[in-house]
């Protein structure tokens, strides 16, 4: 422990004062997990319960949630060897934007229950990063003053066509280089986690009530809610809507089905995301790396094909490129980076996953994305 870690303990900061903790954690403090996985037993520590359990949790009995990390155990990698892999480049391109390595941060409302100004935090380690940074719903705001930053902006649609229509433009005015379309939230779900903490949706937009506080009046409180609609009655017509109003490409984002993902193309989406929204929607649902050899089948090349959904490890992101997807995002990573460690634990997430990918494609051969092929996977068990 060196005299500014001891100084904190003393104090009991580290424990107190998760946000002055955040503030400025040292270089050793950030450094100091190994993997993701020991980001997110920081953040745990962290975080009140209520929290972590809102970001953590998945849908009813969380069999997709498992689903999504146990399935990477079932696809093996069959690596080349006596390939020169001195140099590895994992850079990309999505839309026009140019990015070092395959890795975007996932749209995840709520951010407000890790730190007031959370989502900026995430913006500027994803410029920083140059990480592109789909933004959780409503909170594009967050990017006005960080310009640099490569954007999506992320929805659950308008119920109108002209709300789709004036939601596409601002949202090319205020510079975002593509919409997603979130397909698979059409009503909240039925969080066993937040229902029994009595979760308030309404926290996601407030934050948290200080301690000592009394809780504002319930808006949105987790366990009635049995049917609480988002926009229920979107269909196909909504690509059609975005595309008279704007040039911005429109991904959709939540597509398991490879009729959906054919229809997706057909319809005229840019892009698909092969997602379970990290097994929050519809419990029992495939995980997403066994849906995604279909979905890339079924798109045949037409459109950029993206997955996210239980990637912790650089070596299941190699997995997702070698079953067809260009990218992949992460979702609950660059939450635990942030409650661990501010800023800095998330762009120290964003950077480990890239660096166990880079060593993961050495080792297995393949010195850039395009080497990177179906025949290197193999689903076992
Ligand atoms: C706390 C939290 C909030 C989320 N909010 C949204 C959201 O507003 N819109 C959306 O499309 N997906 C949302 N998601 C789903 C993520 O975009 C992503 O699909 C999922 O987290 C990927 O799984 P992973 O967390 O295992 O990486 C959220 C996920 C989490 C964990």
Redesign the pocket.
Known sequence: MNRRQAFRRLLGFAAASPLLAQQAPSEEDVNGPVNVHEFEEIAKKKLDKLAYD??AGGVEDELTLRA?REAFQHWYLIPRVLTDVSQVDMSTELFGVRIPQPILV?????KNLIAPNAETLVAKACARTQTLF?T??GAERALEDEGEVNWWS?T?GQATREAAMSYARRMEDRGAKAI?L?VD?QYQSNRDRNNRNRFDYGYMGTGLPKPGQPPPPPRNPARPAMWQPHTPNLTWDYIDWVRGATNLPVIL??ILAPEDAELAVRRGASGIIV?N????QLDGVIATIDALPDVADAVGGKVPVLM????RRGSDILKALALGAKAV?????P?WGLAAFGQAGVERVLWMLGAELKLSMALAGKPNLAAIDRKMVRRLG
């Open positions: 809102f970001i999504n996932a749209p995840t409302g709520g789909c959780g719903s992320n659950v997603t979130t939230n984002k939540g997602s929204h990290g097994g929050r996210d959904g239980g990637i995002l992460v979702g609950r990573p939450l």
